[in-house]
Nanobody, 125 residues
Framework: QLQLVESGGGLVQPGGSLRLSCAGS????????IGWFRQAPGKEREGVSC????????KYADSMKGRFTISRDNAKNTVYLQMNSLEPEDTAVYYC??????????????????WGQGTQVTVSS
């Protein structure tokens, strides 16, 4: 059974850092573009970052540029999201998702077929 499992969320102070992981279970993550999304209470799910199958192309939402870094280690079947300079506005449930399409990755959630259960990130003093 194909599963995505996020981990690494938690409570962090403003200005702090977290690294989220997205591990694939039951399938090879390297065959998929992976996207990170987040959803805050009362808000729509929004794209954070995405990375192509090979890792050769990456996209970030404007508000994450310079603070977040996406990477993948296909040998470990895992994609990472390093989040620095976190702000209270980054508080949300973060999800990873897999898109089997080739070509450039997409920051829109409709493009993704498989989703993890999410991990909570709370930025607060």
């Amino acid at each position: 059974q194909l599963q995505l499992v996020e981990s690494g969320g938690g409570l962090v102070q403003p200005g702090g850092s977290l690294r989220l992981s997205c591990a694939g279970s039951g399938f090879t993550l390297g065959g998929y573009a992976i996207g990170w999304f987040r959803q805050a209470p009362g808000k729509e799910r929004e794209g954070v970052s995405c990375i192509t199958r090979s890792g050769g192309s990456i996209k970030y939402a404007d508000s994450m540029k310079g603070r977040f870094t996406i990477s993948r280690d296909n040998a470990k079947n895992t994609v990472y999201l390093q989040m620095n300079s976190l702000e209270p506005e980054d508080t949300a449930v973060y999800y990873c998702a897999a898109d089997p399409s080739s070509g450039p990755c997409i920051l829109g959630p409709a493009a993704y077929d498989y989703w993890g259960q999410g991990t909570q990130v709370t930025v607060s003093s």
